[in-house]
């Protein structure tokens, strides 16, 4: 994809939208560790 074709506008959702999802990755893998942590001490 060329950055020149597309809208400034349109750059920043997407940069925006991929820095959300990246976010919300990190979050569920913690998320994920920590309730495996939980599951074993039980």
């Given amino acids: 994809m ?3 074709n597309m809208i400034p ?3 920043q959702t ?3 939208d991929q ?3 990246i976010l919300r990755r990190r979050r569920e ?3 994920r560790r920590r309730q ?3 599951q074993r001490r039980r």
């Fill in 2 to 4: 060329n950055a020149g």
């Fill in 36 to 38: 495996r942590r939980a």
């Fill in 14 to 16: 997407n940069t925006t």
């Fill in 9 to 11: 506008s349109q750059i």
């Fill in 19 to 21: 820095q959300d999802e």
């Fill in 29 to 31: 893998g913690r998320r």
